[in-house]
């Protein structure tokens, strides 16, 4: 089993930045993928950023991030972090950090772990 929490999120203005951590434990040898994800209200949950185990870690964002956000791990500490710039109003949602791909990592039905989630709000 593993347990994955996340932190960071808050209430921002527009064009600010906000940097989101996720930290995974429990199964320490363990070697997985983890992403980023999103649900806004009445919405579904959106795929937002991808980071593989791979040595050159594999990354894929979402049209929508891709150019503001950036997502990185540090592996020997499992944790993952999504440092989020040039914020606007409608990013903000509650963020998912998931671990462990079985499939499309752009799925969540592919991720076997996920966090209670952290709320961003971006004010106008």
């Known amino acids: 089993q593993v347990q994955v929490v996340e932190s960071g999120g808050g209430l921002v203005q527009a064009a600010d930045s906000l940097t989101l951590s996720c930290v995974a434990s429990?199964?320490?040898?363990?070697?997985?993928?983890m992403s980023w994800f999103r649900q806004a209200p009445g919405t579904e949950r959106e795929f937002v950023a991808f980071?593989?185990?791979?040595?050159?870690?594999?990354?894929d964002y979402a049209p929508s991030v891709r150019g503001r956000f950036t997502i990185s791990r540090d592996s020997a500490k499992h944790t993952m972090f999504l440092q989020m710039n040039s914020l606007k109003p409608e990013d903000t949602a509650t963020y998912y950090c998931?671990?462990?791909?079985?499939?499309?990592?752009?799925?969540?039905?592919?991720?076997?772990?996920w966090g209670q989630g952290t709320q961003v709000t971006v004010s106008s």
């Open positions: 998931a671990a462990y791909t079985s499939g499309n990592h752009k799925q969540t039905s592919a991720w076997h772990y």
């Open positions: 429990g199964r320490a040898r363990m070697r997985y993928s």
């Open positions: 980071i593989s185990w791979d040595g050159d870690y594999s990354i």
